[in-house]
């Protein structure tokens, strides 16, 4: 996993859209808007996002998610266990 660019992969549950970034305009569809595919870093549903995407990743896996904290998974193999 790339630490650094995580939030730019978690998919959105809602649909963004954003106005063309100044300098890449196209001139013949100056009032276009696009839409987001994937979470962008700065965007406030981006952490919920990756979050989401993390997440499942480690309930496929076999960890239960923290009843207190969420954001804690465990799994055990044998008498050992993992924390992350």
Do not use: W
Not at 32 to 43: D, N, P, Q, S, T
């Amino acid at each position: 996993m790339d630490v650094k660019t995580d939030f730019l992969n978690g998919p959105l549950e809602e649909e963004v859209y954003f106005a063309q970034p100044d300098g890449f305009v196209d001139p013949d569809h100056p009032e276009k808007v696009h839409r987001l595919k994937k979470a962008l870093y700065g965007l406030k549903q981006a952490p919920r996002a990756s979050y989401d995407e993390l997440s499942n990743f480690f309930i496929s896996k076999g960890f239960t998610k923290g009843t207190i904290e969420p954001t804690l998974f465990m799994i055990r193999y044998g008498e050992d266990i993992l924390i992350v």
